[in-house]
């Protein structure tokens, strides 16, 4: 079985820029999370899918964020403009819904430097 | 609001030695409990958790840990490490019966010299 996987896993863009990251949930999983790790600090919650809808989206740090999941299946999350602080690692995890399982499991992450 | 507290943020360790990685966390109602590890270059991957039933949860790799609920904690053990054991360890809970976002710590970097 294939894991969660994202693309890219490393991005450079400088300020002002715009990029999207994207996250592939193990195939089955309506739970999609995404999460971010800012250099220094704890992994945060950014937001939570069930299939096409968001569940939660109160870890959104801005408007400056939008997350997609067209479909509900991969999903992808946009930053525009980047700012510096948007510097880190997201994190990309997948649930079961039914059965219910509450075990979430990671993909490798995305390291986004913004210059 | 809720939050997980890691009482180490780095520690090294020689092989054989015995670890123990503290982990508190503020929530008054009930919790599901989790330790996840990172291994240099790959994926989080979940150690072991504790839902309900027996506070001393066995996971993988021969880790083990704890649940006290009247000291909110969950520390993590393995009585005798090995070099492959270096990664950095995340402490994290979720709310039973609330969202299913996941409250991380800010990680242990375990660093184990042979």
């Known amino acids: 079985e294939a894991g969660v996987t994202q693309f890219p896993s490393h991005s450079v863009i400088e300020k002002g820029q715009t990029v999207t990251l994207r996250c592939d949930p193990i195939s089955g999983h309506d739970n999609l999370y995404w999460y971010r790790r800012v250099m220094g600090k704890e992994i945060k919650f950014l937001l939570h899918?069930?299939?096409?809808?968001?569940?939660?989206e109160s870890g959104m740090p801005n408007n400056r964020f939008l997350a997609e999941r067209t479909g509900g299946t991969y999903s992808t999350l946009k930053v525009q403009p980047a700012e510096l602080e948007d510097s880190g690692v997201y994190f990309c995890a997948s649930s079961q819904d039914y059965p219910r399982s509450d075990t979430q499991y990671f993909g490798p992450g995305t390291r986004l430097t913004v210059l | 609001a809720q939050s997980v507290s890691q009482h180490n943020h780095h520690v090294i360790l020689s092989e054989a030695a015995s670890l123990e990685l503290g982990c508190n966390y503020s929530y008054g109602g009930t919790v599901n409990l989790f330790w996840y590890v990172q291994y240099p270059g790959q994926h989080l991957q979940l150690l072991l958790k504790y839902f309900s039933g027996d506070p001393l949860v066995k996971g993988i790799k021969g880790f083990e840990a704890e649940f006290i609920k009247s000291k909110f904690s969950f520390n993590l053990r393995k009585p005798s490490v090995q070099w492959s054991d270096t990664a950095e360890y995340f402490c994290?809970?979720?709310?039973?019966?609330?969202?299913?976002?996941?409250?991380f710590g800010k990680g242990t970097r375990l660093h184990i010299l042979p």
């Open positions: 899918f069930v299939k096409e809808s968001k569940q939660d």
């Open positions: 994290a809970v979720t709310l039973q019966n609330r969202d299913d976002k996941i409250i």
